[in-house]
């Protein structure tokens, strides 16, 4: 029997399983499919600055903690595994689109707003004119006046990191138990004492849940409702060796995301579709065309491939991280929406640190759920 059992081993069901057996306590994750196949590996990587010594919100204090442990984290992972994440400063540029005609870049966010908040929370900001954004990018459509440089932005090669992560929860004896769904959980009185799966109840000291867009099925079995549902978020990769581009470029919720290697991700669009996870010929076209307006030597780029990930969304605005009301031993880690890689190494402290009962490194506020029918 597991001191610890994690359900759901996506990047931050992984992430917390690294940090616990780091301690010395077993562990044991319970996947439904693959490890690592879901929202962790569609996503784009973006890791977004800020130092949480001056953030001015919860949020941004998350992502300060979480954006200052990411180098160490990764050269971590690598000297335990030899696997390279990808993990690399590029820098990235926020776009100002009202300024332009071309209609695949029209979106009405403030970005002027967006770049004194970043600012406020501790972000590197500069503002760029026509002149220094070309000499920074010198491929952008040239009807594009302004926007705003964050030379501190990071990437990370999802697929490769998680790669990294299933081999250093590997290295920590960490037992990966795949094709496990866990149908239901079983409580009595305050206590949980077994996750049951397709193959047989699994029993352990303490609980995890970090099921993603699919955490609400998994605790409505314990009565506990917390409101997190999917948004899908589809991708199209090209490849253009010439590499147009050096840094992140993001235009409201659309971006592209140069990798070393020439391939270019474009991302995303945000959906309420259930759990379908298909691609869709609109949404397709609709991502091409968005990046060809921005970057027109792209349309020359070949097609590589295209993918969708289900975001789980906290319908309250911040991921469920704690522990569940009315119950000694069952915690929860989820909803991070557009930001799970992001903040998956503070996820995996902070958890690692609640569930050891250890000094935490930030205060954590109380899970709120609401009461759900027990199935
Ligand atoms: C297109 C796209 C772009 C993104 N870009 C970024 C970005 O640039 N930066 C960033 O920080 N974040 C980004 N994200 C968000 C990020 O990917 C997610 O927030 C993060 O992956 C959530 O991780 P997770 O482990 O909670 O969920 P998941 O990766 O979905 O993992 C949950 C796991 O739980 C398993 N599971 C579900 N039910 C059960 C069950 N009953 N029993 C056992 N296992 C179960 C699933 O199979 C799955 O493997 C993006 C997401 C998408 C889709």
Same mark, same amino acid.
């Given at each position: ?166 081999? #250093?929860?590997? %290295?920590?004896?960490? $037992?990966?138990?795949? *094709? @496990?769904?866990?149908? =239901? +959980? ?14 047989? #109840?699994?029993? %352990?000291?303490?609980? $995890?849940?970090?099921? *993603? @867009?699919?955490?609400? =099925? +998994? ?157």
């Amino acid at each position: 029997m597991a001191d610890i059992v994690i359900i759901g081993g996506g990047v931050i069901g992984l992430s917390i399983a690294y940090e616990v057996a780091g301690q010395g306590a077993s562990v044991q994750i319970l996947e439904r499919g693959s490890f690592g196949q879901e929202a962790s590996w569609a996503g784009a990587g973006m890791i977004i600055p800020a130092d949480p010594q001056r953030a001015t919100t919860y949020e941004a204090q998350l992502r300060g903690e979480s954006f200052v442990r990411w180098p160490a984290w990764s050269r971590q992972l690598f000297d335990e595994t030899g696997i390279d994440n990808g993990f690399v400063n590029c820098g990235g540029i926020h776009l100002f689109p009202q300024t332009v005609t071309l209609p695949h870049l029209s979106v009405l966010s403030d970005l002027a707003g967006c770049a004194r908040q970043l600012r406020a929370d501790g972000a590197v900001v500069e503002e760029l004119n026509a002149d220094e954004l070309r000499r920074l990018e010198p491929s952008i459509n040239r009807e594009i006046a302004n926007g705003i440089y964050l030379p501190q932005m990071c990437q990370v090669r999802n697929p490769r990191h998680l790669k990294a992560l299933i081999a #250093a929860c590997h %290295a920590r004896g960490v $037992v990966m138990t795949s *094709g @496990a769904a866990v149908m =239901s +959980i079983e409580r009595q009185g305050s206590r949980v004492t077994a996750a049951h799966t397709v193959t047989g #109840a699994i029993r %352990a000291d303490q609980f $995890v849940v970090c099921g *993603g @867009a699919w955490t609400q =099925s +998994i605790l409505a079995a314990v009565g506990c409702s917390v409101e997190i549902e999917p948004v899908r978020g589809q991708i199209v990769l090209l490849e253009d060796l010439k590499k147009p581009l050096r840094r992140i470029i993001e235009v409201g919720v659309r971006y592209l995301v140069p990798r070393a290697d020439g391939k270019i991700l474009i991302g995303s669009t945000e959906e309420w579709t259930g759990f379908d996870k298909g691609n869709t010929a609109e949404s397709v076209a609709d991502l091409i065309r968005f990046a060809t307006d921005l970057v027109p030597a792209l349309k020359s780029a070949r097609v590589d491939r295209f993918w969708s990930g289900l975001r789980p969304h906290a319908k309250r605005g911040s991921p469920y991280l704690g522990q569940v009301p009315e119950t000694d031993n069952l915690f929860v880690a989820a909803g991070h929406f557009r930001s799970g890689l992001m903040l998956s190494p503070i996820t995996g402290l902070l958890m690692r640190q609640l569930v050891l009962r250890q000094e935490l490194v930030m205060p954590m506020p109380v899970v709120s759920c609401s009461k759900a029918a027990a199935t």
